[in-house]
């Protein structure tokens, strides 16, 4: 049972565009969705993250919209530039944070290429 | 501060050797995970200790066993490796603050396992 879809797979986008990777997620108990990103041979590092009592969060190029009702959450890059060229993970977890009930479900992952 | 650190970085077994993945972090967080990733599977919780003295299995624990050794290092132990076990492990620290938690990678072990 996947808890947290992620689309597309993969994505290319020219220098300037728009990216937007999308993640549905089932559990209405989830109240934290983190954007991580992950370069080639390191680790997932935090990008950006929202809670439910806000429909977006912006910080710098980078835009997390929230749609509680659909149950849907999306990251929008802006100007995406080649340094964006990585692969995003969107994931979930519900509030007990340090415990069973704060473990993060993570989406497949999307490739992001931003060509020059 | 290092943050997280893993060993070894690579590494490669034959089937029903045995080895211990070591992840240790500096940041004083009470949360530590190991996770492993495969091709279009993303990340997958394999055992978690949500504090030291603590463990707990996640969504992929057959054929790892784990040790929160203190509350600095949480190590992952396979027992008799297998083929399946292919992939590249990460451990991960974490804290919280007010409005969410964030957890801190290492830069994994990529294990081959033939």
């Known amino acids: 049972q996947q808890q947290v879809k992620q689309s597309p797979q993969s994505l290319i986008v020219q220098k300037g565009g728009i990216s937007i990777i999308n993640c549905a997620y089932e559990?209405?108990?989830?109240?934290?969705f983190p954007w991580y990103q992950q370069f080639p041979g390191k680790g997932p590092a935090l990008l950006i993250a929202?809670?439910?009592?806000?429909s977006e969060k912006k910080e710098g190029r980078f835009t997390i919209s929230f749609n509680k009702s659909a149950k849907q959450f999306s990251l929008h890059i802006m100007d995406s530039q080649p340094g964006d060229s990585a692969t995003y993970f969107c994931a979930a977890s519900k509030g007990n944070y340090g415990g069973s009930q704060g473990n993060l479900i993570f989406g497949k992952g999307t490739k992001l290429s931003v060509k020059p | 501060n290092a943050g997280v650190t893993q060993t070894p970085k690579f590494q490669v077994l034959k089937t029903g050797q045995s080895m211990t993945l070591q992840c240790a972090q500096d940041m004083n967080h009470n949360s530590m995970y190991w996770y492993r990733q495969d091709p279009g599977m993303g990340l997958r919780l394999i055992y978690y200790s949500a504090s030291e003295g603590t463990t707990d299995k996640g969504e992929v624990p057959n054929g790892y066993n784990v040790s929160r050794l203190n509350k600095r290092e949480f190590s992952l132990r396979l027992e008799s490796a297998a083929p399946s076990q292919t992939s590249v492990y990460f451990c991960a620290s974490s804290y919280s603050y007010g409005s969410g938690y964030e957890q801190y990678f290492g830069p994994g072990t990529r294990l081959t396992v033939t």
């Open positions: 559990n209405t108990a989830f109240d934290y």
């Open positions: 929202i809670r439910p009592d806000v």
